[in-house]
């Protein structure tokens, strides 16, 4: 089998693979917001980014090759990785201690593991709506953070194209498939894929917010790279049968 | 006409292809007025596309509007040249003259008066666009004119065509522009010479690529050629959108026949049966004219079936239209947007010559790079690689605009000196000059000497020149506001990035700024350096970071204090309450102590 230098030590991969799932599955977490272990990379968020031979890429779109030397760990990278999850906090409205899906968030799990206390940027309070059209489900795009899961999950794996990234730059903002804009209004159903994908509390399923109580949530009880590398490494069992 | 009726004429003009979205939402906005929800279900129903997918890119072009703009729409460009020109005194004037606000339409729904990027009218600054024609040269004369024309509605068609004539500004010629050239010329050569005889041609001409990045053309065309594939594409990035570049402006508008010869040499090289033209949709006033030049061509058997009699050589052109967003120059959001979807750069590799239009091998190439191809095709190698540097051969146009006495299009060999240009385009006072672009290199006078070169100060072809009574900080200030504005909004770094500098600059230029802004600029400066998805971010924050190095005394005197100042603005945060309650007086404002 191929290996790679991963911060220094060996990691097998297989033809084909990321760095990023074979960093995983070798029990060596990088953090990521846009990616989901069976989804094709997307590469939006650039939180996974890591240096190859000296060049910055995001390890999650990157194929492994032979005998490359990757760091995912040096001072540089670790305070840019920082400033990129702290640029997602700023560019929307997070409030974390009053928010529904604290202790299950991906975004505040990545906020703990890579250190942020505090944004080092100026908060820009968009003003971004919010959508309870729906009877079973609420959109709340102020926690949106633009990682276009829920756009793949609900074209690849539900066949519904309920969502897209309407706009652009910093105005870009996630739309439904309905001339009313509401999501009421779609064919989106509490079951599908595109809800539970949702790394954030943007898509949000109605009556079950406080089910788990705080302290006892998914990232309460582990940290989000323990759960990471367990994933990956399920997904990669079933994977060979 | 109703709306639906609009729709389905369009939808049916483009053969209810969904890759041709932007035509088709182009074209319905054009009947319609605007592209109202209804006109988005209407088109998605007709090409078999989720609604999702057509808002998507309806809404992320920045010619394209979901609200009517009015009969007339006039949208001032905004590059720092043309406000250098007087821009924002001049739409104060045209807005006062139609009593209508900026950014909004007038109440009786005749007229809109806006803003946007650069319209590649460096050389007639200030300009403006009104229904997507040009207007050149600018001034209170002309707008009070075009007022009077709008009030009594008058179609622009019907027009005086001397405000709408673009001159093309040629000041100096060369072996490129200055000779004569005979259509289908250089085809007949490139034809005999065979495909591998035109690669070899290229590479011993030494043609490096004048979009700005300088990859060898011969390279990317063979790989592109040794690529397997359903069809192989050219595609000609006629989408200049650099602020200050207007040289590709001036060769569709007057050497078409060499950039259309070039592109069917292209063909020829790699196998291509079909061409596109990507028109930024900023030179819609060129279009009828290249639509003119490819049926003569046609006619002429250098174009079609059977080029130049010879059975099987098929090769045809048509030109797309873009609607308004820097990114689509970058290749891969060229294509995305030629297959109908928003212009968001694709993951490379693969890159465009294995995997480009339709995920077939294609070739993109600037505008300028076909019209080298198609002079090599016709004069030969050794004549091209006698001119210029060894590393960079030919000669290259550059768009002067700015402080000078002559703006206009010039052409150099390679390896001219910026001072010579600025001496030729009576430039004497000049204390920098940006050289390709808001994306280029910021040079001082201190840095005259350096040469035009892609080993020395690369360029795609703007040179944008300040006398010493400009401030560089409103130069670097206004391309912060431009980068944010063209930020497709794909990656974090570049679309949260942009904004957070746009912002930082705002503040030191309100007077608020502190050494710890200077700092965080910096660290902004390295996350859009090194962690954005493409060249725009990436080169997003390079004139601040040049200007701050070149010219610091333009930002300190802006500093405030040395430590640090909030950006949160106390007074302003009560514009909320002081427009709820109707109150401005002095109690319902903070007045901050002196400092």
């Given amino acids: 089998m191929s290996t790679f230098t991963l911060d220094g030590k060996a990691v097998a991969f297989e033809e084909g693979e990321t760095i990023l799932e074979a960093a995983l599955v070798a029990g060596a977490y990088i953090p990521y917001l846009c990616h989901r272990p069976g989804y094709a990379p997307h590469g939006s968020c650039k939180v996974c980014t890591v240096s190859v031979d000296g060049r910055n890429a995001a390890s999650c779109t990157m194929r492994a090759r032979e005998g490359m030397v990757v760091e995912t760990q040096t001072p540089e990278l670790s305070d840019m990785r920082r400033a990129l999850v702290e640029m997602l906090f700023v560019e929307g409205n997070h409030t974390c201690p009053a928010c529904e899906q604290t202790g299950q968030c991906e975004l505040q799990a990545v906020a703990y593991h890579v250190g942020m206390l505090a944004t080092r940027f100026d908060l820009m309070f968009p003003a971004r709506d919010l959508d309870a059209s729906h009877p079973d489900i609420l959109l709340d795009r102020n926690r949106c953070i633009l990682c276009g899961l829920c756009v793949r999950a609900s074209r690849e794996v539900d066949g519904k194209n309920v969502f897209g990234i309407g706009g652009r730059g910093i105005d870009s903002r996630l739309i439904v498939n309905a001339a009313s804009g509401r999501l009421g209004d779609t064919d989106l159903s509490a079951q599908d894929e595109a809800v539970d994908v949702c790394p954030v509390g943007a898509i949000l399923r109605k009556r079950q917010a406080y089910q788990v109580p705080y302290g006892k949530r998914k990232y309460d009880l582990r940290p989000i790279s323990e759960v990471a590398v367990e994933q990956a490494r399920r997904r990669k069992e079933k994977a060979r049968g | ?595």
């Fill in chain 2, 1 to 595: 006409m109703d709306l639906a009726e609009i729709v389905d004429r369009a939808v049916r003009r483009q053969a209810n292809d969904g890759t041709r979205l932007l035509a088709i939402l182009r074209d319905v906005q054009q009947e319609a007025g605007s592209l109202p929800p209804e006109a988005i279900d209407g088109i998605a129903a007709a090409v078999g596309q989720p609604r999702v997918r057509v808002e998507s890119t309806a809404t992320f072009y920045h010619l394209l509007h979901n609200t009517s703009h009015g009969a007339y729409e006039v949208l001032f460009s905004d590059n720092i040249v043309d406000r250098m020109g007087g821009k924002e005194e001049l739409m104060r004037y045209f807005c006062d003259e139609l009593l209508v606000h900026p950014d909004k339409l007038s109440h009786d729904g005749l007229v809109y008066v806006g803003s946007t990027s650069d319209i590649g009218m460096g050389d007639h600054a200030p300009a403006a666009l009104v229904n997507g024609f040009a207007l050149p040269a600018l001034d209170k004369n002309r707008l009070g004119l075009i007022a009077n024309l709008i009030r009594a509605q008058l179609p622009v068609a019907e027009w005086p065509r001397a405000l709408l004539d673009v001159s093309d500004n040629v000041r100096k010629t060369g072996p490129l522009l200055g000779e004569p050239f005979s259509p289908g010329a250089g085809v007949a050569r490139a034809q005999s010479m065979g495909p591998d005889g035109i690669l070899a041609q290229l590479e011993a001409a030494g043609l490096r690529g004048r979009g700005g990045a300088g990859y060898k053309t011969a390279a990317k065309w063979a790989s592109c050629r040794r690529a397997v594939g359903k069809a192989h594409y050219v595609i000609c990035n006629a989408d200049e959108g650099e602020p200050g570049t207007f040289k590709d402006r001036v060769l569709l508008q007057s050497y078409a026949d060499l950039v259309f010869e070039g592109m069917t040499i292209a063909a020829l090289a790699i196998g291509a049966g079909r061409g596109f033209v990507y028109l930024r949709g900023e030179y819609l006033y060129l279009l009828r004219h290249l639509q003119d030049v490819l049926a003569r061509r046609r006619a002429a058997g250098l174009l079609g079936a059977g080029i130049l009699g010879r059975a099987g050589l098929d090769f045809d052109i048509e030109i797309a239209m873009g609607a308004g967003a820097y990114i689509c120059g970058e290749e891969s959001a060229l294509i995305e947007s030629l297959e109908g979807k928003p212009g968001r750069p694709r993951n490379r590799p693969p890159y465009p010559d294995t995997h480009g239009y339709l995920d077939q091998p294609t070739v993109v190439n600037n505008v300028e790079t076909f019209a080298c191809a198609a002079r090599i095709a016709e004069r030969g190698s050794a004549w091209f690689a006698g001119i210029g540097t060894a590393q960079s051969t030919g000669t290259k146009l550059i768009s002067v605009s700015g402080d000078c006495k002559y703006p206009g299009t010039y052409e150099y060999p390679f390896g001219v000196t910026i001072r010579q240009i600025l001496a030729e385009a009576g430039a004497s006072q000049a204390q920098a000059v940006q050289v390709g672009g808001p994306s280029g290199t910021c040079v001082p006078w201190r840095e005259f000497d350096r040469k035009i070169a892609f080993e020395d100060v690369p360029s795609a072809g703007a040179l944008m020149v300040f006398s010493r009574s400009q401030d560089m900080f409103e130069v670097a200030r206004n391309f912060s506001h431009f980068f944010a504005h063209e930020s497709c909004g794909f990656c974090t770094p570049c679309r949260v990035g942009t904004s957070l500098l746009r912002d930082t600059m705002d503040k030191l230029a309100a007077g608020k700024g502190s050494a710890y802004d200077m700092q965080s600029m910096q660290t902004l400066m390295r996350i859009l350096l090194t962690m954005s998805h493409c060249g725009l971010g990436h080169t997003a924050a390079k004139p601040v970071v040049e200007t701050m190095r070149a010219f610091p005394e333009a930002y300190e005197h802006r500093l405030r204090k040395l430590d640090f100042e909030p950006a949160f603005d106390l007074d302003a945060a009560l514009g909320t309450a002081r427009h709820i309650t109707g109150r401005d007086d002095e109690w319902a404002h903070i007045v901050e102590d002196e400092r």
